[in-house]
Every structure is written in structure tokens, then in C-alpha cells.
């Protein structure tokens, strides 16, 4: 996925407003599995015998996989950029990959579909916050 | 819409962790709006003989577009409830309506869609700003 | 919503390619709504105490939402037209419609989210089919 | 991707419904990549001088995206399993590829962002007709 992100990222025609090329391209990265993590993790979760005791990382993960897709699309576009909204969408992803890490670690030692998601979500919620720092 | 949102919503089996029933459709509602309006919005830009003048507008439509399809989907979810998540995701809905907003007013003499686009997405920033402050 | 998508569709700068402008808008109204349906039935179902009887049906919900929501944005555009596509993706939305209400209807009698669920499918199903008969 | 999507497949708790392990994990990473390359390729096309030339190839971008992401999130779901649908979602998937590649080609040998996105379209038609074909 990095190898796609970056060779699209260098045929950009303008130039990137300053945004840090690598920082970018580990975050659209994350992004993008973290999306596909969470909903493939919700579903596993789903088929549980136990799915009672797991509503709430399904529905977090549901929620995470929203708006790591949402984050992902918007750090793909260029044309245009404004600062505030990607700030503010950075904010919201590093929100949501931080509660859907939390939850799933809680189940991590039981389901290795949490175990997995829980070092997505961790690694995204960490690309958030880098790319975040470098906007400042 | 809001027939719609508000049926589902008293459909709910559990309590909305007291949540204002009414902004929270009324917010659900504007969202789903907005997201197709900025669609369709982003759309007719392409079509314009002077689309090379909207291309700020297409982008930003864009990204409104998909913050607030995710925000939708987030606020229709109640299970395993997370405020900070819906706080940060009501912000960066909040800032994308604004942007689009802004973007689209200054097409609104010229283009009947952007000055409906415009209002689509004032409506929606008002929506998550009321919403947002009954959470606190 | 229907008034919202009609005057969109009017602010349209060019031709809509012969498509049956009411027609239309009534598809891409079913769709936004049935997304949002779907959304709510899969939290709603995730709430009740007997979720592990329900987990095809939050599933189907969740694949229904998608796809629903995918479709009324491919009909909120008319830029660049292609009959090909718009058939195809009719073609699976009213699949995962008629999937989504069968398995809502077998609950229709218990959870009133997956009555009203149930009623939201048909009518995006019959909407789909619809369009898809105009086309031809 | 792969690694991330084969790791989550084989954490999946009860079985895949006969579906070709590897044909599904390369047809649902094909899905994810394509859908951020069409969303990058759009955004690219919009940055260039000769944006009024490329209307078509941005609406065919942003079909292909959303349809590539549903494509993959439903890929990504094993629970209830029903493949009338998995089918008609990837004949509308393969649809879209098709007409995106067929549109990209066309600039390929202008931009360089058309040439890889024509790629990706490409690599993502095969991949669902070879799952479609092993679903038979």
C-alpha cells in the first residue's frame, strides 16, 4: 500500500504545501489498512460465540473504520488544501484509532482478530499525531 | 429524512446515554443532507464551462461530502456510546461545513447549486455546533 | 430529502442523459434513506439482548448501507455518463436490498428497527428496479 | 495490504463458505489500493491545466473509488454470507474498473497519474472476475 500511496503522491502536479511527503504517505497508509482492519475485526467479532460480550468494540470498530476511510480519502486530495479541516479530521481519526486500540487490547489475549486490530489502530492513532505534529 | 432519522431513533432499544433526542436528528438529518448535496454540488462544478475557476470548490465539496456521510453513519450508532469520539468527529464535521460553506458562497451569485450547497452546509455547521454544545 | 435531491437536480448546468428525472430522484431518495436504515437497524440489533440471533442481519445491514450509500453518490452525478456502470450498481443495490428485507422481516415481528428496516429495503428495492426499467 | 488482509482472513472464527482464500484476499487488497488510487487520481486530475479536458476521467475516478471501497468492506465481511450479493457487487465492481481503466488509458501518456490509475483499475477487473469465475 505505501509503494501505491507514494508513487501516486509524486505525480501530484503542484506541490504539496509544505506537507511532509513521508509523514503523509505512513499516515494514508495506516488510514487505508486500519479501515479494512477494523471492518474485517468487527465482522470476526460478529461470528464470536460470545458476540454478546463484544457490542461495543464492534460498534467501535465500526465507528474507527468510518473515519479512517474518511481521513484516508482526504489526505489523498491536494487541490485546494486547507489546514483546519485536515486538522481537524487528523484529530477525529487519532480520537477514534486511540478508543478502538483501547478496546480491542481488552480482548486481545482472547481474539487475535483484536490483537491484530489493536496494533492497527495504535499504529494509525500514532501516524495521526506525527502528521499532526509536522502541521505545526 | 427527519421522519425517518426520528423513527429509527425511538426504535432504539437502549437509553441515548442523554443525549438531546431532537438536535441529534436534526444533526443526523443535516448530515445526510449535506453529503449529497455537496456530491451533487462537486458534480455540477465539473460541468461548468468554467470549471478550471472551481476546482477549490470540487475539492472542498469532496471533502464535506465524506466527513459528513461518516458523521451520519456515527451518530445513527448508539451502542458502546464514546464521547470523545463524537465530540472530535462533530468538530471536524463542524470545520469541513464551514470550509464548504465559505467555498460555495463565493460561487453563489454565478452558480444556483453553489448558493444551495452553501446553505446546505451552513445548516449543517449550525447543527453540529448546537449538537456539540448540549454535549457539554 | 426528495426536495433537497430535486433541486439539486435542477441547478444541474447540462442534459441528464434521457434519464427519467422523477424517477430518479425517487431512487437516489430511497437510497440516502435506506442507508441511514440500515445503519441505525445494524446499532439497534447490536443493542438487543438476543444479538447472536441477529448477527445475519446486522451483517446484511451493514453490506446494504454501503452499497446504498455508494449508489445514491454514483446517481448524484451525471458528468460523464455511463450506462454501463449506473445498470450495474442498480443491479447490486436492489440485490442487497432484497437480501437486507428478507432477513429484516423475518424479525419484523419482534424489533420494530427491523419492521421499519424491512419497509425502507422494499421501497429502495422497488426504486432500483424502477430506475433500472427506465433505463432500458 | 495483503499481509494485513491474509492475517485477518485466516483470524476469522468459523469458516469462508468454500470462497477461494487467496482469489479473495487479492481481489479485496486490489479493492482498497484501487480505491485510493482513483480518489488520488481524481484530486491529480483536478490539478492540472487541462482540467476542463479531464471532467470525464474525475467522475469515472470517484465512481470507481466509492464503488472499490464498498466493494472491499463487503469482501471484508464473512458473517451470513450471501452470494447473490457478493456477486452483483462484483460485477458492478469489475464495471466500474473497466470503464475507469478504458477512461484513464486514454491520458496515460499525458499523465503519469492516468497511466498508474489505469493500472490499478486494471489489476482490480481481474481480480473480481477471477473471484466471480472461482464463485461458480
Partial sequence: MTHHV???LETYPKDLDGL???KLAECMTACFECAQTCTACADACLSEGMVAELTTCIRTNLDCADICATTGRIL???TGYNADVTRAVLEACRAACKSCADECEQHAGMHEHCRICAEACRRCETACAEL???LE
Fill in 76 to 78: 489523498s486530495r491536494h
Fill in 20 to 22: 511532509d511527503r513521508q
Fill in 132 to 134: 499532526l505534529a509536522s
Fill in 6 to 8: 507514494t508513487s501516486m
